[in-house]
């Protein structure tokens, strides 16, 4: 879980900073006050190249990890395995040519 956010962090840095800030500040409220900039870190995460290539390349893993998840809602700790083989095969991804496409901050 560790490489997919850093993967979130270096390349969603504006949305994750925004979103986290809204839920320290809003402590009893968050899940309602801060929804509009999870749907903004989820649609960054969703649509960057780079992790589209991670979602492509893996996406055998990344379904598995989901369905974990959707059948252990409240325990999701029991998709570790599941979490492990997905940052595994991300970590063997080629971003290189995922990577070019990003535009860089001026």
């Known amino acids: 879980m560790q490489a997919a956010m850093e993967i979130t962090a270096r390349f969603c840095h504006k949305e994750m900073e925004e979103y986290g800030a809204c839920v320290s500040s809003n402590p009893s409220t968050w899940q309602e006050t801060c929804h509009e900039l999870k749907l903004k870190v989820a649609h960054c995460t969703s649509s960057h190249p780079v992790i589209q290539k991670i979602r492509t390349d893996c996406a055998g893993e990344f379904m598995q990890f989901e369905r ?32 070019a496409e990003v535009p860089q901050p001026s």
């Open 68 to 99: 974990c998840l959707r059948e252990n809602q409240s325990t999701a700790q029991v998709c570790s395995p599941q979490v492990a083989r997905f940052v595994a095969c991300a970590e063997t991804v080629d971003i290189s040519a995922a990577a």
